[in-house]
């Protein structure tokens, strides 16, 4: 368990002591912040289909991006130890190339219905292993991050949602999903990976820009 001085960095200390919460924060530390997974967080994070993954480049730029699946999609192999696929997406590779270059990760597992949510922050590497991108059927590769620190959150500001659907674009079994709509607007054709050259035609055919973002609107894209 780290204490309060290696958890906390100065700047964060300061405020802490501005605010008169120096000794709620020292508590607060003792009391939720570990530096493994324990059951309750592991049972969470097994039943979770979806997190936020926060990640920041060499310059120290920040990113957040909505990772979704299957229930179970992020596993996790040991207490300090945890993996999740990388699927298809829309070629800028933010958050991948992050974790490449600066390898710190910020992962958001949350549940909106309860609510709850639990927080790991860890050291990340990409491996494109095929026996461990295998375990993910329409994984590219597979980010596997080594725990630094796990702990719940307070859920007093979540607002509660209804779950309605499982998206159309998890992969299946054997790694399929639905083509999606932005891949058939017509300005952006050329500029396809090559496994998806050709492809609007069998699906529809291409669209514009603003049937794209009607599509968006109505929740069809």
């Known amino acids: 368990?780290?204490?309060?001085?290696?958890?906390?960095?100065?700047?964060?200390?300061?405020?802490?002591?501005?605010?008169?919460?120096?000794?709620?924060?020292?508590?607060?530390?003792?009391?939720?912040?570990?530096?493994?997974l324990e059951e309750i967080h592991t049972d969470y994070i097994r039943n979770r289909d979806y997190f936020f993954l926060s990640t920041v480049n060499g310059k120290g730029e920040p990113t957040v991006s909505y990772k979704g699946g299957d229930v179970g999609f992020v596993k996790v192999l040991s207490p300090n130890r945890l993996i999740f696929p990388n699927y298809d997406g829309n070629g800028m590779w933010l958050s991948m190339g992050n974790i490449d270059e600066a390898a710190k990760v910020g992962m958001l597992f949350i549940d909106m219905v309860t609510p709850w949510r639990i927080r790991v922050q860890g050291t990340a590497t990409l491996t494109r292993d095929p026996e461990r991108v295998a375990q993910f059927p329409g994984a590219n590769m597979v980010v596997d991050v080594a725990v630094d620190v796990v702990f719940q959150n307070c859920a007093r500001y979540i607002h509660k949602h209804t779950r309605v659907e499982t998206s159309p674009y998890v992969p299946d079994s054997a790694g399929n999903q639905p083509y999606p709509a932005w891949k058939r607007i017509e300005?952006?054709?050329?500029?396809?990976?090559?496994?998806?050259?050709?492809?609007?035609?069998?699906?529809?055919?291409?669209?514009?820009?603003?049937?794209?973002?009607?599509?968006?609107?109505?929740?069809?894209?």
């Open 1 to 36: 368990m780290p204490t309060p001085d290696e958890f906390y960095t100065p700047a964060q200390r300061a405020l802490q002591k501005e605010g008169k919460h120096e000794g709620l924060s020292e508590v607060v530390v003792h009391a939720i912040v570990r530096d493994a």
């Open 187 to 221: 300005p952006i054709q050329p500029f396809l990976h090559p496994d998806d050259q050709g492809r609007a035609a069998q699906e529809g055919g291409t669209i514009t820009e603003e049937e794209y973002l009607e599509k968006v609107t109505q929740g069809t894209s």
